[in-house]
C-alpha cells in the first residue's frame, strides 16, 4: 500500500462529484486511489474516451493492467480498493442490485447539477448552457 492501484476521472466542476471525492479520500488511508478532472484537456487526452464520454460517467482505469470501468462498476472498483468497504462489493455486483445500480446511477448522473443547486459547466467547446439560446 501507498502507491496509487486506481485512477478515478471525474467531473472537477460537479458539487456532488467533489463531495464524493473527499467521502472517499477521508476513507483511502492508503492513498489507493488517483484523482483527476477530465475537464483538464491533458487528462482527457491521457484516456481512450471523448470528452462526452467522460462527461456521461465516472470513468476509472486499474494502474496495475490498465482495465477501465465506467458508471457504476466504477463506482464499485472504487469501493474495491477501500479497505471497510471492499467487502459489499460481491453483494453489489449480483443481479438485481447490479441492474438497480446502474440505473440509479444514470439518473444521478445525468441530473448531478440540477440537484445540486449548480449551473452546469461549460463544454469542452467553452459553450455554456447559461449563455445556449433556447432552441439551440
Same mark, same amino acid.
Given at each position: ?8 476521472? !471525474? ?9 464524493? =471525492? ?8 492508503? =492513498? ?12 482527457? @487526452? &491521457? !484516456? ?7 462527461? @456521461?460517467?465516472?470513468? !476509472? ?6 482495465? /477501465? ?5 466504477? /463506482? ?8 471497510? /468497504? &471492499? ?7 449480483? /443481479? ?20 445540486? +443547486? ?16 433556447? +432552441?439551440?
Amino acid at each position: 500500500s501507498g502507491a496509487a492501484q486506481l485512477e478515478v476521472y !471525474t467531473d472537477g466542476q460537479c458539487p456532488l462529484c467533489l463531495w464524493m =471525492r473527499e467521502k472517499v479520500e477521508r476513507r483511502d488511508r492508503f =492513498r489507493q486511489v488517483k484523482w483527476l478532472d477530465y475537464r483538464d484537456p491533458e487528462v482527457q @487526452a &491521457r !484516456t481512450p474516451y471523448s470528452f462526452q464520454e467522460l462527461d @456521461a460517467e465516472m470513468h !476509472t482505469r486499474r494502474i496495475a493492467g490498465g482495465n /477501465w470501468s465506467a458508471g457504476y462498476p466504477a /463506482w464499485l472498483e472504487v469501493m474495491r480498493v477501500l479497505p471497510r /468497504w &471492499r467487502y459489499l462489493v460481491p453483494l453489489l455486483s449480483i /443481479w438485481p442490485l447490479t441492474f438497480l445500480g446502474r440505473v440509479f446511477y444514470r439518473w444521478l448522473a445525468t441530473r448531478r447539477y440540477k440537484l445540486f +443547486g449548480a449551473p452546469p459547466p461549460c463544454d469542452a467547446n467553452g459553450v455554456c448552457s447559461l449563455h445556449k439560446k433556447s +432552441g439551440q
